[in-house]
């Protein structure tokens, strides 16, 4: 598991360049436009201020520029507002410039602008040296900077190829389901042998599994979102109405093959009975084994073939323990695990909404006047 772990670490190393390469570049063109912009058309010789907003609010995804292009604009406007009293109204100079920045300052630790609150007391502060100073048209100036760099911002993240994050959300589910069908048929083979689960499948299995499931978890999430406001054809042709239910397939089979694990780890007999009925242990390792083939190809489509004859031999099986030392209670309780993924992985998949056209809908009856 470490082995795989450490291997997929460059492939991943250059995932994060590539994104991080094209954040940079769509960043850059929105700074170099917005410079340019205020240059001819406001006479700014350095406006720092908006290519300075450019560079702050361009995100991965689309969201995230939006959300950040709007807590930076609020950001500006309540320092405004709580600088322009300040400045004009209030004397001495040396009193309005404390109120202004006790104000300023208390907004900004608020939190609800999160990081962009920094720019509460930033432009609090410009606008009172603006203002006492006698420079409106420098501060309109340097407002309007700021307003293009927004503006900027935004057209590059949503224009210049934005980020499309299906294909690590694709890889995070496969390697979920990859690492629960491996310690399904783990779980088979310390069942067999007679041994603990941890003596098996190692340790840690349990956090390395939480640790896919919540990075499979971050991941989907992560394309959805890159998926909203995104004018790329191929955000457009993507799909979505699955995955998520794959996600909660797969989390659904891994609390129950943990609880079983567990199970195992406390009462490694419970699978294992002696005389006649180590058949049932044979059976239970051949149904892990199945589940764990069903669980592999939990892809959004239709259940596995073999489902069905899975949950009657379990059926079956259960039906079976009539005699002591099987009927115990850890043997139902594996039974009833086994059982609760096998339903997981039954459960038929959402149907995607049937769009007919304008032309082919029925016509509604509209009463004559």
């Known amino acids: 598991m470490r082995g795989a772990r450490w291997s997929a670490l460059p492939a991943r190393m250059r995932r994060l360049g590539?994104?991080?390469?094209?954040?940079?570049?769509?960043?850059?063109?929105?700074?170099?436009?917005?410079?340019?912009?205020?240059?001819?058309?406001?006479?700014?010789?350095?406006?720092?201020a908006g290519a300075v907003a450019a560079l702050l609010i361009v995100e991965t995804t689309v969201v995230r520029t939006a959300s950040a292009a709007l807590r930076y604009g609020a950001g500006c406007l309540l320092g405004v507002l709580v600088a322009v009293p300040g400045a004009l109204y209030a004397r001495p100079g040396m009193a309005g410039l404390a109120l202004v920045v006790f104000a300023s300052v208390l907004l900004a630790r608020r939190g609800f602008?999160?990081?962009?609150?920094?720019?509460?007391?930033?432009?609090?502060?410009?606008?009172?040296?603006?203002?006492?100073?006698?420079?409106?048209?420098?501060?309109?100036?340097?407002?309007?900077?700021?307003v293009l760099g927004?503006?900027?911002?935004?057209?590059?993240s949503a224009l210049l190829f934005p980020a499309v994050r299906v294909r690590s959300a694709e890889r995070a589910l496969e390697e979920l389901r990859a690492l629960v069908a491996r310690y399904l048929d783990g779980l088979a083979d310390a069942v067999v042998r007679r041994e603990r689960p941890r003596d098996v499948l190692g340790p840690s299995w349990e956090q390395d599994l939480d640790t896919a499931l919540e990075r499979a978890r971050t991941a989907v999430d992560e394309a959805h979102e890159s998926m909203r406001w995104n004018v790329r054809p191929v955000a457009r042709r993507r799909r979505w109405h699955l995955d998520r239910r794959i996600l909660c397939t797969l989390a659904d089979v891994a609390?129950?093959?943990?609880?079983?694990?567990?199970?195992?780890?406390?009462?490694?007999?419970?699978?294992?009975?002696?005389?006649?009925?180590?058949?049932?242990?044979?059976?239970?390792?051949?149904?892990?084994?199945?589940?764990?083939?069903?669980?592999?190809?939990?892809?959004?489509?239709?259940?596995?073939?073999?489902?069905?004859?899975?949950?009657?031999?379990?059926?079956?099986?259960?039906?079976?323990?009539?005699?002591?030392?099987?009927?115990?209670?850890?043997?139902?309780?594996?039974?009833?695990?086994?059982e609760s993924a096998l339903s997981c992985l039954s459960a038929p998949p959402p149907a995607p909404p049937v769009r007919t056209h304008r032309a082919l809908r029925p016509l509604r009856h509209t009463p004559r006047r």
């Open 18 to 48: 590539r994104t991080d390469g094209a954040e940079a570049a769509r960043a850059t063109v929105a700074a170099g436009l917005t410079w340019q912009t205020c240059t001819a058309l406001l006479h700014t010789p350095d406006p720092y």
């Open 113 to 146: 602008l999160g990081h962009h609150g920094i720019h509460v007391p930033t432009t609090a502060l410009i606008t009172f040296a603006l203002l006492r100073g006698h420079h409106r048209g420098e501060l309109v100036s340097h407002l309007a900077e700021i």
């Open 255 to 338: 609390r129950e093959l943990a609880a079983t694990g567990r199970l195992l780890d406390a009462r490694p007999g419970a699978a294992r009975a002696p005389g006649p009925e180590a058949a049932f242990a044979r059976s239970y390792a051949r149904l892990l084994r199945t589940t764990a083939l069903c669980a592999y190809s939990c892809r959004g489509g239709r259940p596995h073939p073999a489902l069905p004859a899975t949950r009657r031999a379990l059926t079956r099986l259960g039906s079976a323990r009539c005699d002591p030392p099987a009927a115990d209670a850890e043997t139902g309780r594996l039974l009833r695990h086994l």
């Open 150 to 156: 927004i503006g900027f911002g935004l057209a590059c």
